[in-house]
């Protein structure tokens, strides 16, 4: 489904369908402050539209009119979700995916929790030669899918990215299925076929706006060791910057606190015809 660490190429991260996991150790502090630090106005590539690519493969429509991605697109569809809300088959419906057979092989990147290295640069080649794949399925029944029969020799998980779908908006690495292959395309460096695959949902442009600053950081690397370093970086600063925001606001409390009268300590006023004992009178 498309549907997410560590300072090496190694990332271990809770089981998720076709999307890549969360280290479980950042999972709560994550999710807490998942929206609290992306800048809310991230300039989008020169060629936005809503989804992949940039200078490979125009991503123009074909000559019937539709958008049309030049690379292979596939999916394993274990048909788990309702099919009006299933992101993977409406891409199918505008035939801008294949689905594959489950025991089928898929020569290019799979975004599958089997894998060991986080997308990367360092992909593109593999993309702009055999495509992408991801696998359909719902959270729920993640256990499942047969993920020993989904192969590929470039199985990929995904590193810290926010859902913007409807479903999941603003969770870390809950990525549905077109989430997944924007990602993708969008780290090795197909824009365009990244908007392509997002402009077919109304809830598209959201996914730059707010996983733009991330994505830029990623495709500075050169390698999977590269994007889960700097993965980890973006981490903490995020956890960083909820620590220091939430420092701030129980400092707000505090002072506000001392700004506002006792009621217990409420002295008496002259007009109520009581005085407070002068030295003259406790003689």
């Not at 489904?1 to 280290?23: C, E, I, T």
Request: net charge negative; aromatic share 6%; glycine share 6%.
């Amino acid at each position: 489904m498309g549907k997410k660490n560590a300072p090496s190429s190694r990332v271990n991260r809770p089981r998720r369908g076709g999307r890549a996991q969360r280290h479980k150790s950042t999972r709560t502090s994550q999710q807490s402050q998942s929206l609290s630090s992306f800048p809310e106005d991230s300039a989008k590539p020169s060629s936005i539209i809503e989804d992949d690519s940039s200078n490979h493969s125009s991503g123009e429509d074909d000559e019937s009119g539709r958008p049309h991605i030049d690379v292979p697109v596939a999916m394993w569809d274990f048909d788990h979700c309702d099919p009006r809300r299933c992101s993977g088959k409406k891409l199918a419906r505008l035939g801008l995916i294949t689905e594959l057979r489950v025991g089928s092989r898929f020569r290019g990147v799979v975004v599958s929790p089997k894998g060991t290295l986080v997308v990367s640069p360092a992909d593109k080649e593999i993309v702009m030669r055999d495509g992408v794949a991801v696998v359909e399925c719902s959270w729920a029944r993640i256990d499942d899918v047969p993920f020993s029969k989904i192969a590929s020799p470039h199985e990929r998980l995904l590193p810290y990215l926010l859902a913007t779908n409807p479903t999941n908006y603003g969770k870390p690495w809950r990525l549905n299925c077109v989430e997944a292959l924007a990602a993708t395309f969008y780290i090795t460096g197909f824009d365009q076929h990244a908007e392509t695959l997002l402009s077919s949902f109304g809830w598209g442009d959201s996914f730059w706006k707010v996983n733009g600053p991330y994505i830029k950081r990623y495709q500075t690397c050169a390698s999977a060791e590269e994007v889960a370093v700097m993965q980890e970086t973006i981490i903490a600063e995020l956890q960083e910057s909820y620590e220091t925001s939430r420092r701030e606001k129980d400092a707000g409390r505090s002072t506000e606190d001392l700004l506002v009268r006792n009621p217990n300590h409420a002295m008496p006023s002259d007009d109520d015809g009581s005085s407070l004992a002068s030295e003259g009178d406790l003689e």
